[in-house]
């Protein structure tokens, strides 16, 4: 299953946009109540994920607002417990190359999803690979979704290497803006260790493990509640580059009917 990003974001005859994305990929669109290829859902595994489009519009006053209001009221946890989200720009990425560019979805949708208790989240864009701890609103919070980003299978644009908290590597703020859906939302930290700055001084705490190495993983659900993770590096198959349990606490983290 596939979600569009920053490369299928081509005008061509006619001035139309995301043409080869659309024709050669089939999307259970109309099945999940989406009138758009761009954001769609579907189950499997024990999972139901939503695939999110960071590249049609996603205010709350957006067809694709309302279509997920709509999708996750009508989740049954107890047939998938598990909620995955899957889009291109990550939320929460500590390298220097697009540093906050998505921060207006953010704004707009981290709320929804956290009421219904999302689990995980799967990111590309960034050619590199990271984790965060479980996260929400830049607060470390027991029952925030695990944020992992994936960008690392490498293309002519080559690796992310850079920190933006690395010294002399902090981006200005007005680079941090959603060139497609023409945003600029990203702000100074107002409160924690990065108070008062658009960047922390050292690894954030939000960010788990990170890094450069071309790669893939493969998620395992093991039960309702834990979740394997795994993550090789593409010049070592034979071994795991990077191994976690992702656990889900819904005892301490309910998530009420209508998502409260």
């Known amino acids: 299953m596939v979600i569009e990003g920053s490369h299928e974001v081509e005008k061509q005859d006619g001035n139309v946009e995301f043409a080869a994305y659309t024709s050669r990929f089939a999307f259970p669109s109309e099945e999940s109540g989406s009138r758009s290829p761009l954001y769609y859902s579907f189950n499997a595994g024990g ?22 209001e709509r999708d996750l009221a009508n989740v049954n946890r107890e047939v998938t417990p ?4 899957v889009w291109n720009q990550p939320w929460y990425s500590t ?13 707009a949708m981290e709320e929804l999803l956290y009421n219904y208790g999302v689990d995980i989240v799967f990111n ?3 050619h590199a690979y990271e984790w965060s701890n479980r996260i929400n ?11 992992i980003t994936v ?18 590597n902090c981006p200005h703020p007005s680079t941090a803006r959603d060139n497609y859906m023409g945003g600029l939302c990203a702000h100074n930290f107002t409160s924690g260790p990065a108070a008062g700055k658009f960047c922390w001084d050292q690894q954030p705490e939000y960010s788990a493990y990170r890094e450069t190495s071309l790669g893939h993983g493969i998620l395992e659900v093991k039960s309702k509640t834990h979740a394997l993770w795994t993550w090789y590096q593409n010049q070592e198959m034979d071994k795991a580059g990077d191994q976690i349990y992702i656990v889900r606490q819904p005892d301490r983290c309910p998530v009420q009917p209508n998502g409260h």
């Open 95 to 107: 390298y220097k190359v697009h540093y906050k560019t998505a921060e207006c979805m953010r704004v």
């Open 47 to 68: 999972i139901h994920f939503l695939m999110l489009g960071g590249y049609t519009a996603y205010t709350k006053s957006s067809d694709q607002y309302r279509w997920l």
């Open 124 to 126: 590309g864009h960034v």
């Open 82 to 85: 598990w909620l995955v989200g």
């Open 151 to 168: 960008g690392n299978g490498g293309n002519r644009e080559k690796m992310a290497i850079k920190h933006a908290d690395d010294p002399g």
């Open 137 to 147: 609103n830049y607060t470390l919070d027991p029952c925030g979704p695990v944020h």
